[in-house]
């Protein structure tokens, strides 16, 4: 009876009289058409004649009196005077628990080789942010599994927090392991402009069949049309807004977000957006506060976000950090020289900060966890001299503290990738290091 409800409902939505325009330029990664009446963000699809079918597209913006369209696809075979026909609204991927073990594309298609069961749900893919007003505070602490955050920066439920590194320092394999151990009823998992060889290692390497079973993964690889890369994130997102909705406590992972606004830099440059902070042009910084927004607390469930920022060169203060770091709740900083030394996961936990941590744990554990800040900071300003033998007993005491309770801190903070640490187990190791 749901499926009948289901199919008649779609013909009842779909309307009788379709408008439709033609095809009139193509440049670069656009397609300019003249007609028909539609709106940005509109779905659209080109009729290609004789060459694959419809050619499904989004409306990014107008240019004196013509749509200019995005294709989601390859667009060869595009010819002037195609036919454009618009289906009056955006864009909506399936969503239902029914989706749980399943590998998705942008546009929630299965990419896992497996037919798609029948979801009744439907998910706009651009939805707004929950009401400021209606959000629950957060004041539950989420467990990670991963000691170092638990015992130094801990996160709160409904918390979005940044993973800033650069390439190949570890991003991907910490996230695997939150996935895999964290305190979550439902991960959702975007993987956003990937290598096609790192998808298959992230799920079966990181992520594993324990932590592919309670999740939803939406790819979309670094091959794949800019639309179809920004479109992902925003599948993703409203994927786990309607498992929040459901009364769920989610974890949403985005890997990587520095991608997703080079997919945006690279539609709004083909719009023909001018280029601003080093060639992003100004919607991107107005797309990332709306897209991250949409995660956290809401009136039932929560969307705990946790989002990579590659950074470039290792600079975290380059223009899209410098934004995400803004707007998020606190951020990780990994250390490519810890990841050289073998200290795993590489947190630098001297550049990390969780902003809601003083709210989701007691007084006392915060105070424990500056202390463990405080000594790594004067470890490290006295390593170079302790190594040649340089370094004199009594002339910081607080270094003194440092070093002879270093291996206990390594101890604390490294962990083995295939191993979870419960939060009570980080917060004992805690108070045993600092007592």
Same mark, same amino acid.
């Not at 913006?61 to 036919?83: A, F, N, T, W, Y």
């Not at 940044?162 to 996230?175: D, E, H, N, P, Q």
């Not at 950090?321 to 990780?332: E, K, M, N, P, Q």
């Given at each position: 009876?749901?499926?009948?409800? +289901?199919? /008649?409902?779609?013909?009842?939505?779909?309307?009788?009289?379709?408008?439709?325009?033609?095809?009139?330029?193509?440049?670069?990664?656009?397609?300019?058409?003249? &007609?028909?009446?539609a709106?940005?963000?509109?779905?659209?699809?080109?009729? %290609?004649?004789?060459?694959?079918?419809?050619? *499904?597209?989004?409306? /990014?913006?107008?240019?004196?009196?013509?749509?200019?369209?995005?294709?989601?696809?390859?667009?060869?075979?595009?010819?002037?005077?195609?036919? @454009?026909?618009?289906?009056?609204?955006?864009?909506?991927?399936?969503a239902?628990?029914?989706?749980l073990?399943?590998?998705?594309?942008?546009?929630?298609?299965?990419?896992?080789?497996?037919?798609? *069961?029948?979801?009744?749900?439907?998910?706009?893919?651009?939805?707004?942010?929950?009401?400021?007003?209606?959000?629950?505070?957060?004041?539950?602490?989420?467990?990670?599994?991963?000691?170092?955050?638990?015992?130094?920066?801990? /996160?709160?439920?409904?918390?979005?927090?940044?993973?800033?590194?650069?390439?190949?320092?570890?991003?991907?394999?910490?996230?695997?392991?939150?996935? #895999?151990y964290?305190?979550?009823?439902?991960?959702?998992?975007?993987?956003?402009?990937?290598?096609?060889?790192?998808? #298959?290692?992230?799920?079966?390497?990181?992520?594993?069949?324990?932590?592919?079973? !309670?999740?939803?993964?939406?790819?979309? =690889?670094?091959?794949?049309?800019?639309?179809? %890369?920004?479109?992902? $994130?925003?599948?993703?997102?409203?994927?786990?807004?309607?498992?929040?909705?459901?009364?769920?406590?989610?974890?949403l992972?985005?890997?990587?977000?520095?991608?997703?606004?080079?997919?945006?830099?690279?539609?709004?440059?083909?719009?023909?957006?001018?280029?601003?902070?080093?060639?992003?042009?100004?919607?991107?910084?107005?797309?990332?506060?709306?897209?991250?927004?949409?995660?956290?607390?809401?009136?039932?469930?929560?969307?705990? &976000?946790?989002? =990579?920022?590659l950074?470039?060169?290792?600079? =975290?203060?380059?223009?899209?950090?410098?934004? @995400?770091?803004?707007?998020?709740?606190?951020?990780?900083?990994?250390?490519?020289?810890?990841? &050289?030394?073998? +200290?795993y996961?590489?947190?630098?936990?001297?550049?990390?900060?969780?902003?809601?941590?003083?709210?989701v744990?007691?007084?006392? +554990?915060?105070?424990?966890?500056?202390?463990?800040?405080?000594?790594?900071?004067?470890?490290?300003? @006295?390593?170079?001299?302790?190594?040649?033998?340089?370094? !004199?007993?009594?002339?910081?005491?607080?270094?003194?503290?440092?070093?002879?309770?270093?291996?206990?801190i390594?101890?604390?903070? #490294?962990?083995?990738?295939? +191993?979870?640490?419960?939060?009570?187990q980080?917060? $004992? !190791?805690?108070?045993?290091? =600092?007592?």
């Open positions: 009876m749901a499926t009948i409800e +289901h199919m /008649v409902g779609a013909l009842v939505r779909t309307p009788r009289v379709v408008p439709q325009g033609r095809v009139v330029r193509v440049v670069g990664l656009t397609i300019e058409s003249a &007609g028909p009446r709106s940005v963000g509109d779905l659209c699809f080109v009729q %290609r004649e004789g060459h694959g079918g419809a050619l *499904p597209a989004e409306v /990014v913006g107008l240019r004196e009196g013509k749509l200019i369209l995005m294709p989601l696809e390859r667009k060869e075979g595009v010819r002037p005077g195609d036919l @454009v026909a618009t289906t009056g609204e955006g864009l909506s991927v399936p239902g628990k029914e989706l073990g399943r590998v998705l594309d942008a546009l929630g298609r299965p990419m896992d080789g497996k037919p798609l *069961p029948f979801v009744e749900h439907r998910a706009a893919l651009d939805s707004n942010p929950p009401n400021p007003l209606t959000r629950k505070l957060i004041t539950e602490q989420f467990g990670t599994g991963v000691g170092a955050m638990d015992a130094v920066t801990t /996160v709160g439920i409904g918390q979005r927090l940044g993973v800033f590194a650069g390439s190949g320092v570890g991003k991907s394999t910490l996230l695997g392991m939150i996935a #895999r964290g305190q979550a009823d439902v991960n959702v998992v975007g993987l956003i402009g990937e290598r096609g060889r790192e998808v #298959r290692e992230f799920l079966e390497n990181d992520l594993g069949e324990e932590g592919l079973a !309670k999740s939803v993964v939406v790819c979309a =690889t670094g091959d794949e049309p800019a639309v179809l %890369r920004a479109k992902a $994130a925003q599948t993703a997102t409203a994927l786990a807004e309607h498992f929040r909705d459901q009364g769920m406590s989610v974890l992972m985005m890997d990587s977000l520095t991608r997703y606004a080079m997919a945006l830099r690279e539609i709004g440059l083909a719009a023909g957006e001018p280029p601003a902070t080093r060639g992003y042009p100004p919607s991107v910084f107005a797309a990332i506060p709306r897209l991250l927004e949409r995660a956290g607390q809401g009136q039932t469930g929560a969307i705990t &976000g946790i989002y =990579t920022v950074v470039e060169g290792d600079d =975290t203060n380059e223009p899209v950090a410098d934004t @995400v770091r803004a707007v998020l709740d606190g951020h990780i900083v990994l250390s490519r020289k810890l990841t &050289g030394m073998g +200290h996961p590489p947190i630098a936990v001297t550049q990390s900060l969780s902003r809601v941590m003083p709210f744990t007691s007084e006392d +554990h915060v105070h424990r966890a500056e202390q463990v800040r405080a000594w790594v900071a004067a470890h490290e300003e @006295v390593e170079d001299l302790v190594a040649i033998g340089a370094y !004199k007993p009594g002339t910081k005491p607080m270094a003194d503290a440092a070093i002879e309770r270093w291996p206990a390594l101890e604390l903070l #490294r962990q083995d990738r295939s +191993h979870s640490r419960s939060p009570e980080s917060l $004992a !190791k805690l108070v045993e290091v =600092t007592s």
